[in-house]
C-alpha cells in the first residue's frame, strides 16, 4: 500500500477528504448505490454499509425493511424502462414494490405486449410497401 493510499483512505466515510455523500453509480449495473452506516435503522438490508437507491427509498416510504423476497421495479414514468437514466429516477412515484413471483409475470405481460406491438407494426410496414 503506498502512502498516498494510505492517507486518502486514513479516514472511511464523512471523515474522508474525498467524500461525496456515500452516492455512486455502479459501473456494472447502472444503478445508483449508497454508503450507510451501521446506526442507520436499514442497515439490516445493506451489504456492510452498502445499498441500492432505490431499495432504500422504497424502505424508507414504507417505514420498514424490505424482505429478500421483495423486489422494487422502476415504472419507466419519466424515462424508457430499461434505460440508465430510468435506473437512476429514483423518486417512490417512479418505484413499484413487487415480490420475485409477480415480477416475472409483470416481465412476461411486458415483453408479451412489446411483441404484439412489434407483429402490428410490421404488418403495417408491409402494407405501406404493399401499396407504394
Known sequence: MTIEHQRRY???GKQNSHWNGGRHIEKSSGYVELT???DDSLYCMSDHGAILEHRYVMAKHLGR???????????????????????????????????????????????????????????????AHVKT
Open 65 to 127: 425493511p424490505l424482505t429478500t423476497d421483495e423486489l422494487v421495479h422502476h415504472r419507466g414514468i419519466r424515462y424508457p424502462i430499461f434505460s440508465k437514466e430510468n435506473k437512476g429516477d429514483n423518486l417512490c412515484d417512479n418505484l413499484k414494490l413487487v415480490t420475485r413471483k409477480n415480477h416475472s409475470y409483470e416481465l412476461y405481460v411486458y415483453i408479451s405486449e412489446l411483441e404484439s406491438e412489434v407483429a402490428r407494426l410490421r404488418k403495417e410496414l408491409e402494407e
Open 10 to 12: 486514513a479516514h472511511r
Open 36 to 38: 450507510i452506516t451501521p
